[in-house]
């Protein structure tokens, strides 16, 4: 069995770590893979799902709630 020093071992966890999370990605259809290539793009779910996920984080509490009391409103 060969020695793996510290630098390869750090390659191959970072690497699975990498691929699990693309593995994930495009399990809820937010990627998919560019045939051919080692490329991945967005779907269009991915796109809104980023776009949700993106403005949330950017926005306060505040003005979340008034969005939130708007959405609630036209369910009812």
Partial sequence: MRLIN???????????WIS???RLLRAHAL??????????QLTSTGRKTIVAILSA??????QLTP????LN????
Avoid: D, F, M, N
């Avoid at 510290?6 to 699975?16: D, M």
């Avoid at 990627?31 to 991945?40: E, L, M, S």
């Fill in 6 to 16: 510290k630098g390869e071992h750090e390659i191959r966890r970072r690497s699975a």
């Fill in 20 to 22: 699990r999370k693309l």
């Fill in 31 to 40: 990627i998919t893979k560019i045939p051919g290539t080692h490329r991945y």
């Fill in 57 to 62: 984080l950017r926005s306060t509490v505040a």
């Fill in 67 to 70: 969005v939130t009391a708007q």
């Fill in 73 to 76: 409103a036209v369910a009812a």
